[in-house]
C-alpha cells in the first residue's frame, strides 16, 4: 500500500496585509496632534486624517491613540534635539550655533507660526492630565539641557562666553526662554518683532 506523502503545512497569517504608508499616516498624524493637541484629537480624527481604517489603526498600533502619540513625540524630540546638536556642531562657535537655534523659531512657515514646539506643548498640556507623557517631554528638555551645557563649556574654554554665569544656570535660562518664545510666537504676527525678542534673549551669552 502505497504511502500517502504529507502536505506541506500552511503559513500561518500574521493578520491583513497593510494598506497604507506607516510613515506616511504617522507624519499626518503628527501634523494633527501639533495642531490640536493629545486630548482634543479623537480617534475619528486620526482616522480620518490617516486615511485607514479602525481595524488598520489597531494593528499598526495595538495601543490605540497613546501610542501613536508617544511614537510621534519620540520623533519630535528626536528631531529637535538633532536640529540643535547639527546646529552647534556646524561651525567652530558653539554660542553661534546656540543662537541659530533659537533664530529658527522666526523662520517657520506661516502654515505652522501657531502651533508652537510639540515637546513644549505636550509638557503643558499633560502637566495635570497624563503624567506618563508630561514625564516623556520632560526627558528630551533634560537632553536639551545637557546639550546647552556641554556647548556652553567648550564656549567658555575657547574665551567665547564672558559672562560668570554657570552653564548649568544659562542651559536653565535657555530652556526657559526657547518655551516662552514659542509663545510669544502665537502673540506676535509679525517676523520682525519676534526676532528682535529673540536677539533681546540672546544678548545673556556675552
Known amino acids: 500500500m502505497q504511502k500517502e506523502t504529507p502536505s506541506a503545512p500552511r503559513p500561518v497569517s500574521s493578520g491583513r496585509p497593510r494598506t497604507f504608508d506607516p510613515q506616511k499616516a504617522t507624519e499626518k498624524a503628527a501634523l ?15 482616522l480620518h486624517a490617516m486615511g485607514i481604517g479602525k481595524g488598520s489603526f489597531y494593528l499598526t498600533y495595538p495601543g490605540g491613540k497613546k ?6 513625540l519620540h520623533q519630535q524630540g528626536s528631531q529637535l ?24 523659531i522666526a523662520s517657520v ?45 567648550k564656549a567658555k574654554k575657547k574665551r567665547l562666553l564672558k559672562t560668570k554665569e554657570k552653564p548649568r544656570v544659562l542651559a536653565r535660562y535657555l530652556i526657559s526662554a526657547w518655551n516662552g518664545l ?19 534673549h540672546l544678548s545673556v551669552l556675552h
Open 32 to 46: 494633527l496632534f501639533w495642531q490640536k493637541g493629545y486630548d482634543t484629537t479623537s480617534m475619528t480624527d486620526l
Open 67 to 72: 501610542e501613536l502619540f508617544e511614537k510621534v
Open 81 to 104: 534635539l538633532h536640529n540643535l546638536t547639527l546646529e552647534i556642531s556646524s561651525g567652530s562657535d558653539p554660542i553661534e550655533g546656540i543662537k541659530n537655534f533659537f533664530r529658527s
Open 109 to 153: 512657515d506661516s502654515e505652522n507660526w501657531f502651533n508652537g514646539c510639540f515637546i513644549s506643548n505636550t509638557l503643558v498640556e499633560q502637566s495635570h492630565q497624563d503624567t506618563s507623557l508630561r514625564d516623556q517631554a520632560t526627558v528630551w528638555f533634560k537632553k536639551i539641557e545637557k546639550e546647552f551645557i556641554s556647548a556652553l563649556k
Open 182 to 200: 514659542q509663545v510669544s510666537r502665537r502673540i506676535l504676527s509679525q517676523k520682525k518683532d519676534l526676532e528682535k525678542i529673540i536677539e533681546l
